[in-house]
């Protein structure tokens, strides 16, 4: 064993267990001693863990006939899809698709799950997932180490059910709000999204699960999304959804990508040369593989030949019709290797083959604990008249609580992000799904109330009745989305409002808590006093919302979306329907070349998000960057670091008397020549403070943070100039500022 100290046993039993048969038969057979690893090693040199992941990578494909190769290309069927039949369905493990490995070379089979917030169809194995707040959620914790704590609490509960592979790190910028999946994604920046579902990813991978990264690229509406042709710019898009992607992918080094359903000029995603070519293999150097969303292939040669690894999850592209290309010279065959040696060098490079998985149960108390903190740390409190909250327990003797099925638990978002909730089958695909513990039941535990009563709100009547005779009013409100729809609108659904309306109508100390997949319209914001986002909550949700409504935890959660004051002062385009008849087409055609039916062009071009409404000079209901705390803040003494990587240091100091956290938030301005949006996020710190506590903050910013995209030269330069750097609270509120005149130098990361 001293001679090979960076094995570990468990790949030590996987050496031998395909080596020797009737080894595998005998798991209490004693561990094999250093003579016989070395002559395991001997046989199988890529065994080595010392030797590169890519080292390793050539070693086996040298050992591969054309059929393993073409088997390394595509998946083996969803259970379920669309009637196929699943010829190897004994081999997979429940998920939603898997590719068959090389047993007699100890590659083994990738088993795959959707696990954008939590692991997907738990039930159906009879296990249990814990489901994390909704990525929307947790990206308004603005805090990368709570990012990889949610990274490893789904890799641990991926592992622990014998996958080995996530379909999770959603990071499309929302530009569209009522977009289904905008509870899937990471908000409307790109630095903010890339930096924290980069971090996220790295945690994933570092329990030896591989990681993707999706939906590559411009994946903003559920409507007509597999026929839909986006059309923008290459500035527009390298400056903002691609430097999501850039980001996410230089901090998380995730081992795949998962191309989108639609297309981006002209070409699918899946088969898009620039994208998955010229950028991400080229210009960013990504050494994993590109597999297709489910569905999402199109063609062979051309999507070969664009840079597309593995068609999911069947095999009508990259099976019998590769081979055909390959033996016909239409596909080289270097071309096949490189698929072929960077599916190997992911299942490498993350450590699946020499860590296989193991099923175990998963701890549940450990992953409840982590997904309540995170959630602490994403609610986001957007008002607080007369400081209502936190409420006062000795004040308060009787508490209604209203709406939103409260007396369940709390809703989560649908579709195949879904979590299944405890002791339940899995739900149907766009099934409303509540996640106990209840509300009530939770409230009444903190509470020291004497009463704490419910109301459905099903009778707006009845729960004003019952808000008017309690101190305090607390309603519960949803907003429900799912994969595969949009939402009609950004107003609460089923008369929630008219609800709202009258109970603080008839009790003004009226607190609202949402429970919200994206922003939405407030039209009684001016009537309650308080109220509090606290997004798909997940599992710890509710025992996480009670401590922030009660005080034990201070709130500091800020908006990593803009909430608009109507739909209508959102940037264009808006959600664009297919035209009549449009909608699944190429869901038949998939055995053939097919097109976009409708196009979409985004002639917001640079002016996404707060981008948008600071160049637009539309006034917001509520900014992005924006959260309010149970004590305040305050800045002082910018000063700026011009250089390579210039900095700016600033005081922050807590003037309130309570511990809390402050997310200091810093933008840049770029020179007029740039003709760029006013202000630009560029980095952020998240600094605990005490009561009356001050501390000096230094924030690095990376020179890509500062630069444009110059399509004529394809890469990134730093105009030069005259900068203007703002510091504060939100994208709204920053009373600090200074300018500098920075050089002119190319950017790093220059290119595609």
């Known amino acids: 064993m001293d001679k090979f100290p960076s094995l570990n ?65 595509h998946g ?4 379920g899809w669309r009637g196929k039949p699943m010829p190897n369905a004994d081999l997979g493990n429940g998920g939603v698709g898997f590719v068959l490995g090389v047993p007699r070379l100890g590659i083994p089979i990738i088993q795959m799950d959707d696990a954008a917030y939590g692991v997907r169809l738990s039930a159906r194995n009879g296990r249990y997932s814990t489901a994390m707040p909704s990525n929307l959620g947790s990206a308004a914790s603005w805090d990368a180490q709570a990012a990889c704590e949610y990274g490893g609490v789904i890799g641990r509960e991926l592992r622990a059910q014998g996958y080995n592979m996530s379909l999770g790190g959603g990071v499309d910028l929302v530009r569209e709000l009522r977009g289904g999946r905008t509870f899937e994604y990471m908000g409307e920046d790109p630095i903010l999204a890339g930096t ?32 839909v042709d986006v059309i923008i710019g290459k500035r527009a898009m390298q400056e903002s959804d691609l430097l999501a992607f850039q980001i996410g992918i230089a901090v998380g080094h995730p081992a795949a990508v998962m191309c989108a359903y639609n297309a981006v000029n002209g070409d699918y995603s899946c088969q898009n040369n620039y994208l998955l070519t010229d950028v991400l293999k080229q210009s960013w150097h990504f050494p994993g593989f590109v597999l297709s969303d489910w569905g999402g292939t199109h063609s062979t040669v051309k999507a070969s030949a ?51 998985t193991q099923k175990s149960v998963v701890q549940a108390e450990r992953d409840l604990n982590i997904a309540r903190k995170v959630e602490e740390q994403s609610i986001v409190l957007l008002k607080n008249e007369h400081n209502i909250l936190p409420l006062d327990v ?26 299944d909730p405890p002791g339940s089958t899995s739900p149907e695909w766009q099934e409303h799904v ?32 019952l808000a008017g005779r309690s101190d305090v009013a607390i ?46 319209l407030m039209p009684w914001i001016d009537k309650v006093s308080g109220v509090v986002e606290a997004w798909f909550a997940g599992s710890g949700g509710t025992h996480a919302v009670a401590n922030i409504l009660f005080g034990k935890v201070n709130p500091s959660g800020k908006l990593p979306i803009t909430f608009p004051l109507t739909e209508a002062d959102q940037p264009p385009p808006q959600i664009v329907p297919p035209p009549p008849g449009a909608q699944g087409r190429t869901a038949v055609m998939r055995t053939g070349e097919a097109k976009p039916t409708f196009s979409v062009e985004y002639t917001e071009g ?42 700016v240091t600033f005081t922050v100091k807590n003037t309130g008397n309570r511990a809390g956290e402050e997310i200091a938030e810093v933008y840049a301005a770029l020179p007029a020549s740039a003709n760029e949006p006013p202000k630009r996020l560029v980095g952020w710190s998240k600094v605990p403070l005490n009561p009356g506590e001050s501390k000096q903050v230094r924030v690095a910013i990376p020179q890509l943070y500062l630069s444009i995209y110059d399509e004529q030269q394809q890469g990134w330069k730093l105009l030069p100039g005259s900068y203007s750097f703002m510091v504060g609270g939100s994208s709204a509120d920053l009373p600090l500022v200074k300018q500098v005149d920075l050089s002119a130098t190319p950017a790093p990361n220059s290119g595609q």
């Open 9 to 73: 046993l468990l790949s030590i039993f996987a050496i031998f267990a395909v080596l020797s048969p009737a080894y595998a038969q005998h798991p209490r057979h004693n561990m094999p001693d250093a003579t016989a690893q070395n002559q395991a090693i001997a046989a199988r040199p890529w065994m080595n863990p010392k030797l590169s992941p890519d080292q390793r990578a050539d070693m086996v494909l040298r050992q591969m006939t054309l059929d393993e190769k073409i088997d390394l290309l």
């Open 76 to 79: 083996q069927g969803m259970p």
């Open 475 to 520: 309603v519960f409100v949803n907003q429900w989305s799912s994969e595969g729809m949009d939402l009609p609108s950004l107003s609460l659904p089923d008369n929630q409002d008219a609800l709202i309306e009258q109970v603080a109508a008839a009790n003004p100390r009226t607190i609202v808590v949402l429970e919200s997949s994206t922003a939405v």
């Open 434 to 465: 509540w996640f106990p513990p209840s509300p009530l039941k939770v409230i009444r535990a903190q509470s020291s109330a004497s009463t704490v009563q419910f109301d459905s709100g099903s009778d707006a009547a009845s729960a004003a009745a």
């Open 196 to 227: 924290l579902v980069g971090n996220r990813i790295k945690c994933e991978q570092a329990v030896h699960v591989i990681g993707d990264i999706k939906h590559y690229a411009m994946n903003d509406q559920e409507s007509g999304r597999t026929e």
């Open 306 to 356: 664009a840079g597309l690894d593995n068609e999911q999850p069947l095999d009508i592209f990259y099976s019998e019709k590769m081979k055909e290309a390959v033996q016909s010279g239409a596909v080289p065959m270097s071309q096949l290797d490189d698929h072929v040696h960077r599916i190997l060098r992911s299942e490498f490079a993350v450590g699946i083959v020499d860590y296989p």
């Open 394 to 419: 000795a004040k308060i003797h009787s508490i209604a609580i209203i709406g939103s099925h409260a007396d369940v638990g709390m809703i989560s978002g649908g579709g195949s992000a879904q979590v």
């Open 606 to 647: 640079l002016k996404v998000g707060y981008k948008w409404y600071d160049a637009e000079h539309k006034k917001v209901l509520f900014p992005f960057g924006f959260g309010l705390a149970y004590t305040t803040y305050s800045y002082s003494n910018l000063q700026v670091e011009p250089g390579a990587t210039p900095a």
